[in-house]
């Protein structure tokens, strides 16, 4: 099973501030990455798919970026809806794997 | 709109069963596959199964093969998940989710979730 695995754990920003989240796969996953955005007690939102491609409706300050084992999502000026924790997701191989989540948090 | 919606939880004891099921609507149900995702309590998000759009194929966690089946009907435009002999450790939020067009692989639109609890 493929092991996601994303850092920090916790991620205190101030609005208006660059975010910067990994994650690192056990095994070249290709670009078959995406990342999910979860407020607390909502569904999980997808972001971008393909490690770097945004998904409908996302605004440009999302971005993606990596390929094979590390990968990256930026949140170029924060504002107060991105705090939240986000996941990354690999669906190169079964089964899929999710990240352990970054929460970003108000600093 | 694209619109799903679980039911189906509820409160039950190790070692017994529960249905869940998501009505689809908004989409064009028989040609998406889909997926059920679980979260327990507190802790991130878990993938539990996948089902082609026509039923063909299916993929299933370890952690639920042989226990949690997953199946649709596309002519009542719903996603179901048979739960058996459950576990403490099944304890979590579901969700039902939508694959993109783009691959099998994740999900573009996500229900609300529906609560499962197995405790004694």
């Known amino acids: 099973e493929m092991v996601m695995t994303q850092s920090p754990a916790t991620l205190s920003v101030s609005p208006g501030e660059r975010a910067t989240l990994s994650c690192r796969a056990s095994?070249?996953?290709?670009?078959?990455l995406a990342w999910y955005q979860q407020t607390p007690g909502q569904a999980p939102r997808l972001l971008i798919y393909g490690a770097s491609t945004r998904a409908t409706g996302i605004p440009a300050r999302f971005s993606g970026s990596g390929s094979g084992t590390e990968f990256t999502l930026t949140i170029s000026s924060l504002e107060s809806e991105d705090f939240a924790v986000y996941y990354c997701?690999?669906?190169?191989?079964?089964?899929?794997?999710f990240g352990g989540g970054t929460k970003v948090e108000i600093k | 709109q694209v619109q799903l919606v679980e039911s189906g939880g509820g409160v039950v004891q190790p070692g017994e069963s529960l249905r869940l099921s998501c009505s689809a609507s908004g989409f064009p149900f028989r040609t998406s596959g889909m997926h059920w995702v679980r979260q327990a309590p507190g802790k991130g998000l878990e993938w539990v199964a996948f089902?082609?759009?026509?039923?063909?194929?299916?993929y299933y966690a370890d952690s639920v093969r042989g226990r949690l089946t997953i199946s649709r009907d596309n002519s009542q435009h719903t996603l179901y998940l048979q739960m058996n002999s459950l576990r403490v450790e099944d304890t979590a939020v579901y969700y039902c989710?939508?694959?993109?067009?783009?691959?099998?692989?994740?999900?573009?639109?996500w229900g609300q979730g529906t609560l499962v609890t197995v405790s004694s």
């Open positions: 089902i082609r759009n026509d039923g063909s194929t299916k």
């Open positions: 989710a939508r694959t993109s067009t783009e691959s099998w692989g994740f999900c573009d639109s």
């Open positions: 997701q690999q669906y190169d191989t079964w089964p899929l794997t």
């Open positions: 095994q070249s996953v290709s670009n078959k």
